[in-house]
Protein backbone atom coordinates (compact mmCIF):
# COMPACT_ATOMS: atom_id res chain seq x y z
CA UNK A 1 0.00 0.00 0.00
CA UNK A 2 1.27 3.26 -0.95
CA UNK A 3 1.84 5.95 1.79
CA UNK A 4 0.35 8.39 -0.07
CA UNK A 5 -2.45 7.60 -2.97
CA UNK A 6 -3.80 10.74 -4.73
CA UNK A 7 -6.54 9.73 -7.38
CA UNK A 8 -7.79 11.79 -10.56
CA UNK A 9 -7.23 14.89 -9.13
CA UNK A 10 -8.41 18.33 -10.04
CA UNK A 11 -8.28 21.83 -9.00
CA UNK A 12 -9.70 24.76 -10.49
CA UNK A 13 -9.17 28.37 -9.81
CA UNK A 14 -11.89 30.39 -10.57
CA UNK A 15 -11.93 28.43 -13.91
CA UNK A 16 -8.22 27.82 -14.07
CA UNK A 17 -7.76 24.38 -14.22
CA UNK A 18 -4.35 24.22 -12.31
CA UNK A 19 -4.23 20.41 -12.05
CA UNK A 20 -6.29 18.11 -13.94
CA UNK A 21 -6.81 14.20 -13.85
CA UNK A 22 -3.50 13.69 -11.87
CA UNK A 23 -2.92 10.21 -10.27
CA UNK A 24 0.35 10.59 -7.69
CA UNK A 25 1.31 6.82 -5.29
CA UNK A 26 3.97 7.66 -2.90
CA UNK A 27 6.18 4.16 -2.02
CA UNK A 28 6.89 4.39 1.97
CA UNK A 29 10.61 4.76 2.50
CA UNK A 30 11.01 7.05 -0.74
CA UNK A 31 12.63 10.15 -1.66
CA UNK A 32 9.96 11.55 -4.48
CA UNK A 33 11.18 14.64 -6.79
CA UNK A 34 8.15 16.36 -7.91
CA UNK A 35 9.35 18.74 -11.02
CA UNK A 36 8.09 21.13 -13.84
CA UNK A 37 8.56 24.43 -14.70
CA UNK A 38 6.79 27.53 -13.99
CA UNK A 39 2.97 26.71 -13.49
CA UNK A 40 3.08 23.42 -14.10
CA UNK A 41 0.88 22.83 -11.02
CA UNK A 42 3.59 21.09 -9.13
CA UNK A 43 2.97 23.78 -5.87
CA UNK A 44 -0.83 23.31 -6.38
CA UNK A 45 -0.67 19.33 -5.83
CA UNK A 46 1.78 19.70 -3.22
CA UNK A 47 -0.69 21.84 -1.13
CA UNK A 48 -3.28 19.43 -1.99
CA UNK A 49 -1.37 17.02 -0.21
CA UNK A 50 -0.77 18.83 2.67
CA UNK A 51 -4.33 20.05 3.35
CA UNK A 52 -3.67 23.88 1.90
CA UNK A 53 -5.47 23.29 -0.62
CA UNK A 54 -8.55 21.77 -1.58
CA UNK A 55 -9.07 19.55 -4.19
CA UNK A 56 -12.37 20.40 -6.93
CA UNK A 57 -11.82 16.71 -7.55
CA UNK A 58 -10.48 13.39 -6.83
CA UNK A 59 -9.35 11.82 -3.45
CA UNK A 60 -6.07 11.87 -1.35
CA UNK A 61 -5.25 9.27 0.75
CA UNK A 62 -2.82 8.92 3.53
CA UNK A 63 -1.61 4.98 4.78
CA UNK A 64 -5.25 4.58 3.39
CA UNK A 65 -7.02 6.50 5.17
CA UNK A 66 -9.57 9.42 3.20
CA UNK A 67 -8.17 12.77 3.68
CA UNK A 68 -9.46 15.09 1.38
CA UNK A 69 -11.25 16.73 3.87
CA UNK A 70 -8.98 16.75 6.61
CA UNK A 71 -7.84 20.06 7.63
CA UNK A 72 -4.74 20.95 7.42
CA UNK A 73 -3.17 20.74 11.23
CA UNK A 74 -4.94 17.53 11.50
CA UNK A 75 -2.88 15.94 8.55
CA UNK A 76 0.00 17.67 10.38
CA UNK A 77 -1.19 15.38 13.47
CA UNK A 78 -1.43 12.65 11.72
CA UNK A 79 2.38 12.54 10.22
CA UNK A 80 2.42 15.00 7.55
CA UNK A 81 5.36 17.58 8.06
CA UNK A 82 5.83 20.35 5.52
CA UNK A 83 8.16 23.33 4.77
CA UNK A 84 7.11 26.17 2.79
CA UNK A 85 8.42 28.17 -0.55
CA UNK A 86 8.99 31.14 1.01
CA UNK A 87 10.10 30.47 5.00
CA UNK A 88 7.49 31.01 7.73
CA UNK A 89 9.54 30.92 10.89
CA UNK A 90 7.93 32.51 14.14
CA UNK A 91 10.01 35.33 13.92
CA UNK A 92 9.43 36.58 17.74
CA UNK A 93 10.40 33.11 18.98
CA UNK A 94 13.99 31.73 19.62
CA UNK A 95 14.86 28.83 17.47
CA UNK A 96 14.62 25.88 20.00
CA UNK A 97 10.72 27.62 20.68
CA UNK A 98 10.25 26.97 16.82
CA UNK A 99 10.84 23.49 17.65
CA UNK A 100 9.23 23.48 20.78
CA UNK A 101 5.93 24.51 19.12
CA UNK A 102 5.71 21.83 16.97
CA UNK A 103 6.67 18.80 19.20
CA UNK A 104 3.18 16.62 19.72
CA UNK A 105 1.35 16.62 22.77
CA UNK A 106 2.31 13.07 25.08
CA UNK A 107 -1.87 12.28 24.38
CA UNK A 108 -1.20 12.63 20.68
CA UNK A 109 1.10 10.22 20.13
CA UNK A 110 2.22 6.82 21.59
CA UNK A 111 6.10 7.77 21.12
CA UNK A 112 8.44 9.92 23.04
CA UNK A 113 8.94 13.71 21.37
CA UNK A 114 11.62 14.25 18.92
CA UNK A 115 15.11 14.93 20.81
CA UNK A 116 15.26 18.82 19.56
CA UNK A 117 18.81 19.15 20.85
CA UNK A 118 19.44 16.49 18.35
CA UNK A 119 17.64 18.31 15.19
CA UNK A 120 19.02 20.96 15.78
CA UNK A 121 22.55 19.36 15.79
CA UNK A 122 21.11 17.69 12.71
CA UNK A 123 20.69 21.24 11.03
CA UNK A 124 23.66 22.63 12.44
CA UNK A 125 21.43 25.24 14.60
CA UNK A 126 23.01 24.06 18.33
CA UNK A 127 24.83 27.68 18.71
CA UNK A 128 22.06 29.20 17.80
CA UNK A 129 19.71 27.70 20.28
CA UNK A 130 18.26 31.04 21.89
CA UNK A 131 18.39 33.69 19.90
CA UNK A 132 15.42 34.89 17.89
CA UNK A 133 14.62 33.21 14.46
CA UNK A 134 14.44 36.43 12.92
CA UNK A 135 18.27 36.78 13.57
CA UNK A 136 18.98 33.76 11.00
CA UNK A 137 20.08 33.96 7.04
CA UNK A 138 18.04 32.61 4.90
CA UNK A 139 19.89 29.14 4.82
CA UNK A 140 19.52 29.07 8.34
CA UNK A 141 15.93 29.51 8.32
CA UNK A 142 15.25 27.01 5.51
CA UNK A 143 17.06 24.76 7.85
CA UNK A 144 15.23 25.45 11.23
CA UNK A 145 12.16 24.81 9.09
CA UNK A 146 12.91 20.99 8.08
CA UNK A 147 14.20 20.74 11.84
CA UNK A 148 10.19 22.45 12.88
CA UNK A 149 8.33 20.00 10.44
CA UNK A 150 10.68 16.86 11.90
CA UNK A 151 10.01 17.65 15.55
CA UNK A 152 6.31 16.81 14.38
CA UNK A 153 8.33 13.42 14.03
CA UNK A 154 6.55 13.22 11.03
CA UNK A 155 5.96 10.18 8.99
CA UNK A 156 5.95 11.97 5.16
CA UNK A 157 8.02 15.52 4.86
CA UNK A 158 6.79 17.30 2.15
CA UNK A 159 9.57 19.91 1.28
CA UNK A 160 8.61 23.14 -0.80
CA UNK A 161 11.70 24.23 -2.50
CA UNK A 162 13.88 23.84 -0.58
CA UNK A 163 16.97 24.87 -2.37
CA UNK A 164 15.24 28.48 -2.95
CA UNK A 165 17.24 31.50 -2.41
CA UNK A 166 20.53 29.72 -1.11
CA UNK A 167 24.60 29.86 -2.11
CA UNK A 168 26.08 26.83 -3.91
CA UNK A 169 27.39 25.86 -0.34
CA UNK A 170 23.92 26.33 1.30
CA UNK A 171 22.56 24.06 -1.56
CA UNK A 172 25.32 21.25 -0.55
CA UNK A 173 24.53 21.44 3.48
CA UNK A 174 20.67 21.04 3.00
CA UNK A 175 20.91 18.19 0.05
CA UNK A 176 23.32 16.51 2.45
CA UNK A 177 20.99 16.81 5.26
CA UNK A 178 18.36 15.67 3.26
CA UNK A 179 19.62 12.76 2.35
CA UNK A 180 20.71 12.28 5.91
CA UNK A 181 16.85 12.48 7.16
CA UNK A 182 15.71 10.57 4.11
CA UNK A 183 16.67 7.18 5.68
CA UNK A 184 14.08 7.17 8.37
CA UNK A 185 11.33 9.19 6.52
CA UNK A 186 9.33 9.36 2.99
CA UNK A 187 10.05 12.67 1.43
CA UNK A 188 8.36 14.73 -1.42
CA UNK A 189 10.23 17.32 -2.81
CA UNK A 190 9.39 20.00 -4.71
CA UNK A 191 12.13 21.85 -6.59
CA UNK A 192 12.73 24.36 -9.35
CA UNK A 193 16.78 23.06 -9.26
CA UNK A 194 16.09 19.63 -11.19
CA UNK A 195 20.35 19.80 -11.85
CA UNK A 196 20.84 19.55 -7.88
CA UNK A 197 17.93 17.59 -6.59
CA UNK A 198 16.98 14.87 -9.13
CA UNK A 199 20.34 12.75 -7.98
CA UNK A 200 18.87 12.24 -4.76
CA UNK A 201 15.64 10.86 -5.80
CA UNK A 202 14.67 7.53 -5.78
CA UNK A 203 11.90 8.50 -8.32
CA UNK A 204 10.68 11.42 -9.60
CA UNK A 205 7.36 12.69 -11.46
CA UNK A 206 7.39 15.74 -13.89
CA UNK A 207 4.20 17.85 -14.07
CA UNK A 208 3.55 20.48 -17.23
CA UNK A 209 0.52 22.58 -17.67
CA UNK A 210 -1.46 20.62 -14.80
CA UNK A 211 -0.92 16.89 -15.59
CA UNK A 212 1.89 14.71 -15.35
CA UNK A 213 4.22 14.05 -18.36
CA UNK A 214 7.03 11.68 -16.90
CA UNK A 215 7.66 9.39 -14.39
CA UNK A 216 10.26 7.35 -13.50
CA UNK A 217 13.98 6.80 -11.89
CA UNK A 218 16.05 9.61 -12.31
CA UNK A 219 17.82 8.42 -14.95
CA UNK A 220 14.62 7.61 -17.29
CA UNK A 221 13.42 10.81 -16.61
CA UNK A 222 16.96 12.92 -17.76
CA UNK A 223 16.58 10.97 -21.15
CA UNK A 224 12.72 11.67 -21.37
CA UNK A 225 11.98 13.36 -24.52
CA UNK A 226 8.41 15.05 -23.28
CA UNK A 227 10.51 16.37 -19.75
CA UNK A 228 13.23 17.96 -22.33
CA UNK A 229 10.54 19.40 -24.18
CA UNK A 230 8.83 21.02 -21.36
CA UNK A 231 12.12 22.88 -19.94
CA UNK A 232 13.95 23.37 -23.67
CA UNK A 233 11.49 23.83 -25.82
CA UNK A 234 9.96 21.68 -28.82
CA UNK A 235 13.33 22.18 -30.97
CA UNK A 236 15.16 20.36 -27.79
CA UNK A 237 13.69 16.91 -27.88
CA UNK B 1 19.14 32.30 34.75
CA UNK B 2 16.67 29.99 33.15
CA UNK B 3 12.89 30.94 32.18
CA UNK B 4 11.73 28.34 34.46
CA UNK B 5 13.66 30.33 37.22
CA UNK B 6 12.97 33.69 36.09
CA UNK B 7 8.99 32.45 36.05
CA UNK B 8 10.07 31.20 39.72
CA UNK B 9 11.60 34.14 40.70
CA UNK B 10 8.75 36.66 38.83
CA UNK B 11 6.06 34.97 41.32
CA UNK B 12 8.03 34.99 44.18
CA UNK B 13 8.78 38.84 44.10
CA UNK B 14 4.66 39.34 42.78
CA UNK B 15 3.68 37.27 45.64
CA UNK B 16 5.53 38.81 48.21
CA UNK B 17 4.48 42.30 46.82
CA UNK B 18 0.41 41.48 46.77
CA UNK B 19 1.08 40.02 50.05
CA UNK B 20 2.35 43.42 51.18
CA UNK B 21 -0.41 45.52 49.17
CA UNK B 22 -3.09 43.07 50.24
CA UNK B 23 -1.78 43.79 54.18
CA UNK B 24 -1.91 48.06 53.60
CA UNK B 25 -5.62 47.82 54.96
CA UNK B 26 -4.32 47.02 58.29
CA UNK B 27 -1.13 48.51 58.49
CA UNK B 28 -2.60 52.25 59.02
CA UNK B 29 -2.23 53.38 55.58
CA UNK B 30 -4.72 56.10 54.11
CA UNK B 31 -7.27 55.62 51.96
CA UNK B 32 -5.96 57.34 49.74
CA UNK B 33 -3.27 55.78 48.84
CA UNK B 34 -5.44 51.88 49.14
CA UNK B 35 -7.49 53.66 46.21
CA UNK B 36 -4.70 54.06 44.35
CA UNK B 37 -3.05 50.67 45.13
CA UNK B 38 -6.96 49.06 44.10
CA UNK B 39 -7.00 50.69 41.05
CA UNK B 40 -3.59 50.07 39.52
CA UNK B 41 -4.40 46.10 40.43
CA UNK B 42 -8.29 46.79 38.79
CA UNK B 43 -6.22 47.99 35.22
CA UNK B 44 -3.45 45.30 35.89
CA UNK B 45 -5.76 42.49 35.79
CA UNK B 46 -8.13 44.11 32.91
CA UNK B 47 -4.47 44.31 30.91
CA UNK B 48 -3.54 40.73 31.67
CA UNK B 49 -6.90 39.84 30.56
CA UNK B 50 -6.53 41.74 27.77
CA UNK B 51 -2.66 40.94 27.36
CA UNK B 52 -3.54 37.13 27.23
CA UNK B 53 -5.69 37.43 24.48
CA UNK B 54 -4.35 40.35 22.38
CA UNK B 55 -0.71 40.22 23.39
CA UNK B 56 -0.63 36.42 23.04
CA UNK B 57 -2.15 35.36 19.46
CA UNK B 58 -1.88 39.37 18.04
CA UNK B 59 -5.63 39.55 18.01
CA UNK B 60 -6.89 42.67 18.98
CA UNK B 61 -9.65 43.04 21.16
CA UNK B 62 -11.93 46.15 21.92
CA UNK B 63 -14.67 44.17 24.07
CA UNK B 64 -12.52 44.04 27.34
CA UNK B 65 -14.81 46.79 28.65
CA UNK B 66 -17.60 45.04 27.94
CA UNK B 67 -16.73 41.86 29.39
CA UNK B 68 -16.06 43.16 32.83
CA UNK B 69 -19.46 44.82 32.49
CA UNK B 70 -20.88 41.62 32.14
CA UNK B 71 -19.02 40.20 34.82
CA UNK B 72 -19.90 42.90 37.23
CA UNK B 73 -23.46 42.75 36.42
CA UNK B 74 -23.71 39.21 36.66
CA UNK B 75 -22.44 39.26 40.07
CA UNK B 76 -24.64 42.12 41.21
CA UNK B 77 -27.85 40.44 40.39
CA UNK B 78 -26.42 37.12 42.14
CA UNK B 79 -25.60 38.66 45.30
CA UNK B 80 -28.92 40.69 45.71
CA UNK B 81 -30.91 37.34 44.95
CA UNK B 82 -28.60 36.10 48.31
CA UNK B 83 -25.74 34.31 46.38
CA UNK B 84 -22.92 33.31 48.56
CA UNK B 85 -19.88 36.29 47.57
CA UNK B 86 -17.82 32.94 46.19
CA UNK B 87 -20.68 32.22 44.01
CA UNK B 88 -21.64 35.19 42.65
CA UNK B 89 -17.56 35.84 41.55
CA UNK B 90 -17.84 32.76 39.66
CA UNK B 91 -21.24 34.08 38.24
CA UNK B 92 -19.48 36.67 37.21
CA UNK B 93 -16.56 34.74 35.49
CA UNK B 94 -18.86 32.28 33.94
CA UNK B 95 -21.13 35.43 32.31
CA UNK B 96 -18.03 36.68 30.68
CA UNK B 97 -16.26 33.53 29.64
CA UNK B 98 -19.61 32.56 27.86
CA UNK B 99 -20.30 35.75 26.14
CA UNK B 100 -16.67 35.09 25.20
CA UNK B 101 -18.02 32.03 23.42
CA UNK B 102 -20.48 34.64 21.39
CA UNK B 103 -17.63 36.48 19.77
CA UNK B 104 -15.28 33.78 19.70
CA UNK B 105 -16.52 31.06 17.86
CA UNK B 106 -17.66 33.03 15.33
CA UNK B 107 -15.21 35.65 14.11
CA UNK B 108 -11.76 33.62 15.66
CA UNK B 109 -12.72 31.16 12.78
CA UNK B 110 -11.48 34.08 10.52
CA UNK B 111 -8.52 35.64 10.23
CA UNK B 112 -7.51 38.90 10.20
CA UNK B 113 -9.58 41.97 11.16
CA UNK B 114 -12.77 40.13 11.67
CA UNK B 115 -12.10 39.46 15.22
CA UNK B 116 -11.73 43.61 15.85
CA UNK B 117 -14.53 44.05 14.12
CA UNK B 118 -17.01 42.01 16.59
CA UNK B 119 -15.40 42.90 19.78
CA UNK B 120 -16.27 46.34 19.05
CA UNK B 121 -19.67 45.75 17.69
CA UNK B 122 -20.12 43.46 20.85
CA UNK B 123 -18.95 46.65 22.72
CA UNK B 124 -21.62 48.97 21.68
CA UNK B 125 -24.20 45.95 21.35
CA UNK B 126 -24.19 45.28 24.79
CA UNK B 127 -24.91 48.63 26.17
CA UNK B 128 -27.55 48.91 24.18
CA UNK B 129 -29.13 44.94 25.77
CA UNK B 130 -28.42 46.13 29.17
CA UNK B 131 -30.30 49.64 28.68
CA UNK B 132 -33.51 47.70 27.94
CA UNK B 133 -33.00 44.88 29.85
CA UNK B 134 -35.58 45.37 33.20
CA UNK B 135 -33.51 42.44 34.75
CA UNK B 136 -30.56 44.69 34.57
CA UNK B 137 -32.16 47.58 35.65
CA UNK B 138 -32.58 49.17 32.40
CA UNK B 139 -31.04 52.67 31.62
CA UNK B 140 -31.31 53.69 35.90
CA UNK B 141 -28.45 50.85 36.45
CA UNK B 142 -28.48 48.12 39.78
CA UNK B 143 -27.51 48.90 43.14
CA UNK B 144 -25.65 46.14 45.35
CA UNK B 145 -28.30 45.86 48.18
CA UNK B 146 -25.53 44.81 50.81
CA UNK B 147 -22.54 46.92 51.86
CA UNK B 148 -19.54 44.63 52.22
CA UNK B 149 -16.55 46.01 53.69
CA UNK B 150 -14.05 47.98 50.82
CA UNK B 151 -11.35 44.92 52.14
CA UNK B 152 -12.50 42.26 50.65
CA UNK B 153 -13.00 44.25 46.96
CA UNK B 154 -9.57 45.65 47.64
CA UNK B 155 -8.07 42.14 48.75
CA UNK B 156 -9.70 39.95 46.52
CA UNK B 157 -8.13 42.64 43.62
CA UNK B 158 -5.00 42.49 44.57
CA UNK B 159 -4.93 38.82 44.77
CA UNK B 160 -6.92 38.93 41.09
CA UNK B 161 -3.81 40.83 39.58
CA UNK B 162 -1.14 39.08 41.33
CA UNK B 163 -2.50 35.23 40.29
CA UNK B 164 -3.14 36.69 36.41
CA UNK B 165 0.41 38.40 36.34
CA UNK B 166 1.71 34.69 37.49
CA UNK B 167 -0.53 32.84 35.24
CA UNK B 168 0.73 35.16 31.90
CA UNK B 169 4.30 34.34 32.75
CA UNK B 170 3.75 31.02 33.47
CA UNK B 171 2.04 30.57 29.79
CA UNK B 172 4.39 32.43 28.16
CA UNK B 173 6.99 30.27 28.83
CA UNK B 174 4.93 27.06 28.34
CA UNK B 175 5.29 24.83 25.62
CA UNK B 176 0.57 26.12 25.30
CA UNK B 177 2.37 29.30 25.68
CA UNK B 178 4.86 29.00 22.47
CA UNK B 179 1.63 27.11 20.61
CA UNK B 180 -0.48 30.65 21.43
CA UNK B 181 2.81 32.69 20.37
CA UNK B 182 3.24 30.91 17.15
CA UNK B 183 -0.66 31.94 16.37
CA UNK B 184 0.84 35.54 16.47
CA UNK B 185 3.59 35.07 14.60
CA UNK B 186 2.78 33.18 11.78
CA UNK B 187 -0.83 31.41 11.69
CA UNK B 188 -0.60 29.57 8.73
CA UNK B 189 2.82 28.12 9.60
CA UNK B 190 1.09 27.38 12.96
CA UNK B 191 -1.74 25.10 11.68
CA UNK B 192 1.27 23.18 9.62
CA UNK B 193 2.81 21.73 12.66
CA UNK B 194 -0.58 20.69 14.08
CA UNK B 195 -2.44 23.76 16.03
CA UNK B 196 -5.76 23.82 15.84
CA UNK B 197 -5.24 27.71 16.05
CA UNK B 198 -9.24 28.35 15.92
CA UNK B 199 -9.53 26.12 19.11
CA UNK B 200 -6.80 27.65 21.06
CA UNK B 201 -7.40 31.44 20.26
CA UNK B 202 -11.35 30.62 21.74
CA UNK B 203 -10.06 28.69 24.48
CA UNK B 204 -7.74 31.35 25.24
CA UNK B 205 -10.14 34.07 24.71
CA UNK B 206 -12.38 32.55 27.14
CA UNK B 207 -10.12 32.28 30.03
CA UNK B 208 -9.34 36.03 29.15
CA UNK B 209 -13.08 37.34 29.19
CA UNK B 210 -13.01 35.07 32.65
CA UNK B 211 -10.41 36.95 34.27
CA UNK B 212 -11.61 40.15 32.52
CA UNK B 213 -15.22 39.11 34.21
CA UNK B 214 -13.69 38.49 37.70
CA UNK B 215 -12.38 41.76 37.27
CA UNK B 216 -15.60 43.60 36.79
CA UNK B 217 -17.46 41.33 39.65
CA UNK B 218 -14.81 42.56 41.68
CA UNK B 219 -15.09 45.80 41.01
CA UNK B 220 -18.94 45.83 41.13
CA UNK B 221 -18.51 45.19 45.08
CA UNK B 222 -15.99 47.60 45.57
CA UNK B 223 -18.25 50.42 43.69
CA UNK B 224 -21.56 49.00 44.58
CA UNK B 225 -23.57 50.52 42.02
CA UNK B 226 -23.93 50.24 38.25
CA UNK B 227 -24.94 52.42 35.70
CA UNK B 228 -24.71 51.17 32.32
CA UNK B 229 -23.23 53.97 30.40
CA UNK B 230 -20.62 54.40 33.08
CA UNK B 231 -20.41 50.09 33.53
CA UNK B 232 -19.93 49.95 29.24
CA UNK B 233 -17.80 52.82 28.13
CA UNK B 234 -15.76 52.78 25.37
CA UNK B 235 -13.08 54.10 27.81
CA UNK B 236 -12.69 51.22 29.93
CA UNK B 237 -12.04 49.15 26.74
CA UNK B 238 -9.31 51.89 25.60
CA UNK B 239 -7.42 51.85 28.91
CA UNK B 240 -7.46 47.58 28.79
CA UNK B 241 -5.76 48.14 25.60
CA UNK B 242 -3.23 51.12 26.60
CA UNK B 243 -1.78 49.44 29.57
CA UNK B 244 -0.34 46.48 27.80
CA UNK B 245 0.52 48.63 25.07
CA UNK B 246 2.69 51.31 26.96
CA UNK B 247 3.82 48.53 29.65
CA UNK B 248 4.71 45.85 26.73
CA UNK B 249 2.17 43.75 24.81
CA UNK B 250 2.58 39.76 25.23
CA UNK B 251 5.05 40.15 28.61
CA UNK B 252 3.99 39.66 32.02
CA UNK B 253 5.83 42.77 33.32
CA UNK B 254 4.21 44.80 30.74
CA UNK B 255 0.81 45.45 32.32
CA UNK B 256 1.94 45.89 35.48
CA UNK B 257 4.40 48.90 34.57
CA UNK B 258 1.31 50.16 32.04
CA UNK B 259 -1.02 49.94 34.92
CA UNK B 260 1.54 51.50 37.40
CA UNK B 261 2.60 54.34 35.22
CA UNK B 262 -1.35 55.34 33.77
CA UNK B 263 -2.72 55.39 37.23
CA UNK B 264 0.56 57.54 38.10
CA UNK B 265 -0.32 59.91 35.64
CA UNK B 266 -3.91 60.11 35.63
CA UNK B 267 -3.36 61.59 39.31
CA UNK B 268 -1.47 63.83 38.12
CA UNK B 269 -3.18 65.50 35.36
CA UNK B 270 -6.32 64.90 37.16
CA UNK B 271 -5.00 67.94 38.90
CA UNK B 272 -2.69 69.51 36.19
CA UNK B 273 -4.84 69.49 33.50
CA UNK B 274 -8.46 67.70 34.34
CA UNK B 275 -10.12 65.73 31.44
CA UNK B 276 -7.57 65.32 29.47
CA UNK B 277 -5.83 62.22 30.79
CA UNK B 278 -6.84 60.03 28.31
CA UNK B 279 -5.60 62.49 25.31
CA UNK B 280 -2.44 62.20 27.61
CA UNK B 281 -2.33 58.28 27.43
CA UNK B 282 -3.20 58.29 23.84
CA UNK B 283 0.04 60.58 23.17
CA UNK B 284 1.85 58.99 25.42
CA UNK B 285 0.59 55.26 23.32
CA UNK B 286 1.77 56.83 19.84
CA UNK B 287 5.58 57.89 21.76
CA UNK B 288 5.61 54.31 22.83
CA UNK B 289 4.26 52.72 19.59
CA UNK B 290 6.57 55.36 17.18
CA UNK B 291 10.14 54.96 19.80
CA UNK B 292 9.51 51.63 21.38
CA UNK B 293 7.42 49.66 19.60
CA UNK B 294 7.80 46.24 22.18
CA UNK B 295 6.39 48.67 24.86
CA UNK B 296 8.83 49.94 28.35
CA UNK B 297 9.53 46.43 29.47
CA UNK B 298 10.24 45.47 25.48
CA UNK B 299 12.43 48.60 25.06
CA UNK B 300 13.83 48.21 28.19
CA UNK B 301 14.86 44.25 27.86
CA UNK B 302 16.52 45.19 24.45
CA UNK B 303 18.82 48.08 26.30
CA UNK B 304 20.19 45.42 28.61
CA UNK B 305 20.77 42.57 26.22
CA UNK B 306 22.68 45.28 24.19
CA UNK B 307 24.34 46.14 26.98
CA UNK B 308 25.35 42.83 27.56
CA UNK B 309 26.61 41.90 24.55
CA UNK B 310 28.92 44.66 24.52
CA UNK B 311 30.13 43.83 28.11
CA UNK B 312 31.27 40.30 27.68
CA UNK B 313 33.82 41.43 24.99
CA UNK B 314 35.17 43.83 27.43
CA UNK B 315 35.57 41.72 30.04
CA UNK B 316 37.11 39.14 28.27
CA UNK B 317 39.63 41.21 26.93
Keep these: ?56 AGAVRFRGVDITAVPAFRRARMGIGRTFQVVRP ?19 RDGRPADLAAL ?19 GMLKRLEVARALALSPQLLLLDEPLAGLSDRECADML ?62 | MSRAGSTAALAAVTVALGAVAAALPWLGVSSYVRTLVYYACYYMALGQAWNLISGMTGYVSFAHGALAGIGAYATVIALNAQWPVAAGLAAGAAAAGLASLVIGATSLRLRGAAFTFATLFFQELVLLIVRKLP ?35 ALRFSRTGVRVLAIKHDETAAVAIGIDSTRLKVAIFCASAAIAGLVGSIHAIFVGSLFPDVVFAVEISLIALAVPLIGGVGTAMGP ?39 GIVGAAARAWATRRRTAVPAEGG
Design chain 1, 120 to 138: LRGVGLEKRANDPAAALTL
Design chain 1, 1 to 56: MALVEARAIEKRFSGVVAVKDVDLLVAEGELLGLFGPNGAGKTTMFNIIAGAVRPT
Design chain 1, 90 to 108: FRGLTVMENLMAAVPSAAA
Design chain 2, 135 to 169: AAGGPGGLVLQEIYPTSLPYVLMVVLAAVATIAVA
Design chain 1, 176 to 237: QFVATVRRSITIVMVEHNVHLALPICDRAVVMDAGSIIAEGTPGEIRKNPAVIRAYLGEDAA
Design chain 2, 256 to 294: VVGALLYVGMREVFQVVAPGLHLTIVGLLILAVVLFMRD
